[in-house]
C-alpha cells in the first residue's frame, strides 16, 4: 500500500466502519495503477464466482487491447510507468471449465491478475474489486460457452411448465428432467444431456478450487464467497420457451447459488446482451427485460434491494454481437466488466442513494468526518476523504457536498498550494525510486510526467533541472537506451508467443524477425532466431 492510499485509510478507519476497508477512491479518469503490494493475508479472501457462457469467457483479442491501451491510451492501469503489462498481487485470477456435470476439469488459468493474452470481463471486474479491498481477492471463473439457463444451466428446484408454439404444446423439462421438451401427451425419451448438469458441473468445479484453497492462492486458509457476476442470455433467446421463462429462471438461479455456495449475503451483478437495446422485441426483449427486472432498484423483487443489479451494457457494446463474441473487440469486454465492477462495488458499499438508509447515514458520518479534519487543518486527510465520497455517492446530495467542499479548499490559495505540493512530492518519491534503482529509463519518463503535471509545484524548478542533467549525462543515456531495447525486445517476444500459442505462426514470425533484424547481435537475437527455427520446425 502506497503512503497515499495508507494516510486515507487512516483516517477514515477510525471514523467511518465500513465491512470492507476502501484502499482509496478511484481516479477521476479511472483506476489508478495497482500498487504491487500483496493483500492483507488475515483476513479471508474474498472470492467472486464468474458464471455464464461464452459471453463470460475470453474472447477479448489480445491486439485489439494491446491496441486500446498503448495507441488509444485507454484502461492506463493495465500499463505501468514503462508500458509493462501491470500484476495485481492483491487479485487471484482462476478459470476453470469442463463439459457437463462434475467430472473432467480443465484449468484454464491460476495466477495474479494480469494480462497475458485474450481478456474477458474478468480484468475489469478484478481490478475494481482489488482496489475497493483491502482483503485478499480471488476472481473464480466457472463457466463454458453455448449453454442456456433455460436447459443446461437450469438451477435445481426448477420444475417442469408447459409452452403453446404452433399449435402445440410443449412440456419443457424441469431439473434433472430429460430430454429439453416434449409435446405433451407423449412419453419423453431420455439422452445423456440433462435440464441443469451444467449448472452442476460449473457450482462443483468451482467449489473444487475452494475446497483447495491454498493450491489457488498461495497462503490463503479460509475464505468468503462476497459475489456473483453473470453475463448470458445468447443460447436462450433461439428458444421462445427458454426466453418466456428466462426470467424466473434468473430468480431461481440467484437465490440457488447463494444456497449452494452458503453465501446467504452475497451480492449478485447480471450484464445484458451488448447487441440487445431497450425496447427490443421477441425473444432478446424477453430476455432483455428478465435481466433488468431483477435489478434491486426496479422493486419488482423486494428480497433482492441493495444486493442485485443489472447491468444495461448496449452502452458498452462496440459492434458484433454475443453469438460472435463482439468481434473479439476487446474494449467490449473490458467496459462491460468495468461497469459490472462498479455495480459491484455500489452493492458492497450498500449507497442507497436518496434513501436515508445505512448507507446514506454512513456517507452523511464521512462527510462530517472530513470536515472535522478541515478544522483540525489537516487538510490533505480530508482531501482524500471527499474525493472518495465524489466517487462512492455518486449523484447523492453528498457527493455534491463534498465536491463543493474540494473545490473550497483547492481554491484557497494557501491549502491549494500545500495539497498541489504534497501530491508532487509523492510523485517526486517515485521519482527518487526508480533513479535509486538506477532505473533511468523509468526516472526520465516520471521526471516528464513530473513537469507536466506539477507546474506549480515549489519544487518544479528544481525537479526540471534535475531531469535536464540526467538527460545529457552520456553515461545514463547509454542506460536508457540499453532498457529501451530490453523493453521492446521483451514486448515483442511477449507477442510473438501469444500468436504462436494461438496457431497464428505468420504473426509470431513478424516479430521475431524484427528483433533478430534488429537486434541480431544481442542475446534477444539470438533468441528470436532460434524461436524462428522452432516455428519452422511445427
Request: hydrophobic share 40%; with cysteine.
Amino acid at each position: 500500500m502506497n503512503r497515499a492510499h495508507k494516510t486515507a485509510a487512516l483516517a477514515l478507519a477510525a471514523l467511518v466502519s465500513f465491512s470492507l476497508t476502501i484502499l482509496a477512491a478511484a481516479a477521476p479518469k479511472g483506476l489508478p495503477d495497482p500498487d504491487g503490494e500483496e493483500a492483507d493475508m488475515s483476513k479471508p479472501v474474498q472470492v467472486f464466482i464468474l458464471m455464464g457462457q461464452s459471453n463470460m469467457l475470453s474472447f477479448g483479442d489480445f491486439k485489439k487491447l494491446n491496441a486500446a491501451v498503448k495507441e488509444k491510451k485507454k484502461y492506463p492501469y493495465l500499463v505501468d510507468d514503462a508500458g509493462e503489462w501491470t500484476v495485481r498481487k492483491d487479485v487471484r485470477f482462476v478459470w476453470v471449465g469442463g463439459s457437463g456435470g462434475p467430472g473432467r476439469t480443465r484449468l484454464m488459468n491460476n495466477d495474479w491478475m494480469k494480462v497475458k493474452g485474450n481478456i474477458g470481463v474478468e480484468m475489469g471486474i478484478g481490478h475494481h474489486m482489488g482496489h475497493l479491498i483491502d482483503a485478499p481477492v480471488m476472481i473464480l471463473k466457472s463457466a463454458t460457452g453455448n449453454r442456456s439457463l433455460g436447459w443446461d444451466l437450469l438451477p435445481p428446484g426448477s420444475k417442469q411448465y408447459e409452452f403453446e408454439e404452433k399449435g402445440k404444446t410443449w412440456v419443457y423439462a424441469g431439473y434433472g428432467d430429460s430430454p429439453e421438451r416434449w409435446e405433451k401427451g407423449t412419453n419423453p425419451r431420455r439422452i445423456a444431456w440433462t435440464a441443469g448438469c451444467q449448472y452442476a458441473g460449473d457450482v462443483d468445479r468451482a467449489k473444487k478450487v475452494l475446497s483447495d484453497l491454498g493450491t489457488y492462492y498461495p497462503g490463503a486458509t479460509k475464505y468468503e464467497v462476497a459475489g456473483f457476476f453473470y453475463w448470458q442470455g445468447d443460447k436462450d433467446r433461439y428458444n421462445a420457451g427458454h426466453a418466456t421463462r428466462y426470467e424466473f429462471n434468473l430468480v431461481n438461479l440467484i437465490k440457488q447459488l447463494r444456497k449452494d455456495f452458503n453465501a446467504p449475503n452475497a451480492k449478485f451483478v447480471c450484464a445484458t446482451l451488448g447487441q440487445t437495446s431497450k425496447g427490443a422485441g421477441g425473444n432478446e426483449g424477453h430476455i432483455l427485460n428478465a435481466q433488468l427486472a431483477v435489478d434491486g432498484t426496479t422493486g419488482k423483487y423486494p428480497e433482492f434491494r441493495g444486493n442485485v443489479a443489472s447491468v444495461y451494457s448496449k452502452p458498452f457494446c462496440h459492434g458484433g454481437s454475443s453469438s460472435g463474441h463482439y468481434g473479439g473487440n476487446a474494449e467490449t469486454y473490458m467496459d462491460v466488466g468495468e461497469a459490472m465492477g462498479r455495480a459491484m462495488v455500489t452493492l458492497l458499499l450498500d449507497k442507497k442513494r436518496g434513501r436515508g438508509g445505512p448507507g446514506a447515514s454512513r456517507a452523511e458520518a464521512a462527510l462530517a468526518a472530513a470536515e472535522e479534519l478541515i478544522a483540525g487543518k489537516q487538510h490533505l486527510e480530508a482531501v482524500t476523504a471527499l474525493r472518495r465520497l465524489t466517487v462512492t455517492q455518486r449523484g447523492t446530495e453528498v457527493a455534491r457536498q463534498a465536491a463543493d467542499r474540494l473545490r473550497a479548499l483547492q481554491d484557497d490559495p494557501v491549502i491549494g498550494r500545500l495539497i498541489i505540493d504534497a501530491e508532487a512530492d509523492a510523485f517526486e518519491d517515485r521519482c527518487l525510486a526508480a533513479e535509486k534503482k538506477k532505473d533511468y529509463a523509468l526516472a526520465i519518463k516520471l521526471y516528464e510526467r513530473y513537469v507536466g503535471q506539477f507546474p506549480k509545484a515549489s519544487r518544479f524548478a528544481k525537479v526540471k533541472a534535475h531531469l535536464e542533467s540526467l538527460k545529457s549525462d552520456k553515461a545514463i543515456q547509454t542506460t536508457v537506451k540499453r532498457a529501451q531495447a530490453d523493453a521492446e525486445c521483451k514486448r515483442w517476444m511477449m507477442l510473438a508467443d501469444n500468436y504462436a500459442r494461438n496457431g497464428l505462426n505468420d504473426k509470431a514470425r513478424q516479430y521475431l524477425s524484427r528483433i533478430a533484424e534488429k537486434y541480431g547481435d544481442t542475446d534477444w537475437g539470438a533468441k528470436a532466431r532460434a524461436r524462428l527455427v522452432e516455428i519452422a520446425d511445427r
